[in-house]
């Protein structure tokens, strides 16, 4: 465990968190509703993120779900991909672009063809691992987004009672 946890806090350092926690902050404040959406294990993260949000009081929805409103041109798209090159995922953040919405992606290539069709990017710099798969970079995400979760609830001094009055009672 501890070869993947020191391999986890070596990419966590590459990362400009300030810059881009202030960069998911801004556009996620100026946004009505947020998207989010990842494909396999990044989809999981993308939920994680996504119940958070809702938590800490801003309309947030996991694309898919049967209630997932319409996306409009007051709304964010984050979709989280470490390759960057899935058609779901691509043909999706086309359809944000014709409805004028904010696209922002969270990968690990800077070069793919959805993050040139974002508005934005967050790049997580998780190239090489000796886990299986996109591990490192999905743990990497995780923790990225929690931490900007916490930063959120600070800036914007989110009280702990609207985060508990939001969370639900039917566990």
Known sequence: MGNIINEVLKAIEKIKKKEEFEKLEKLISKSEKIFVYGIGRSGFIGRCFCMRLYHIGLNSFFLGETTTPRFTDKDLMIFISASGEKNTLFQLAKI????RGKILT????KKSKLAKISD???YIPTKKSFQFGNSLFEQVCFLFLEEFVQFYIEKNRISIN?????HTNLE
């Open 96 to 99: 944000c672009k014709r409805e």
């Open 120 to 122: 934005n990017l967050i």
């Open 162 to 166: 609207l985060i508990k009055q939001r």
């Open 106 to 109: 969270i990968t690990s290539n």
